[in-house]
Nanobody, 117 residues
Framework: QVQLVESGGGLVQPGGSLRLSCATS????????IGWYRQAPGKQRELVAT???????NNVGSVKGRFTIARDNAKNTVYLQMNSLKPGDTAVYYC???????????WGQGTQVTVSS
């Protein structure tokens, strides 16, 4: 059974930092890619960053230059380091993992990030 467990969310003031963690069941190399998405109330879920397990990293949208994605192979964990947080970053952040060879994807339950003064 595949499980993704996010942690690290919370309340932070504008300009602050958080590091989110996505712990995966089994080796992360069983996935082609792992990414972070976010969704604010009333808005569509959007891609934040994706790491392809071959080694490439992609940051997208308004978070470019502020967020980075990284992995710890030994812990089977992917991180999202979030710096210079803004109120517009407030959302539920979800971890996503894909196995393209069986056309399957998996989602965690999400972790709430609130940026407010």
């Amino acid at each position: 059974q595949v499980q993704l467990v996010e942690s690290g969310g919370g309340l932070v003031q504008p300009g602050g930092s958080l590091r989110l963690s996505c712990a995966t069941s089994g080796t992360i190399f069983s996935f082609n890619a792992i990414g972070w998405y976010r969704q604010a109330p009333g808005k569509q879920r959007e891609l934040v960053a994706t790491i392809i397990m071959g080694g490439s990293t992609n940051n997208v949208g308004s978070v470019k230059g502020r967020f980075t994605i990284a992995r710890d192979n030994a812990k089977n964990t992917v991180y999202l380091q979030m710096n210079s947080l803004k109120p517009g970053d407030t959302a539920v952040y979800y971890c996503n993992a894909k196995r393209d060879y069986i056309r399957q994807e998996y989602w965690g339950q999400g972790t709430q990030v609130t940026v407010s003064s």
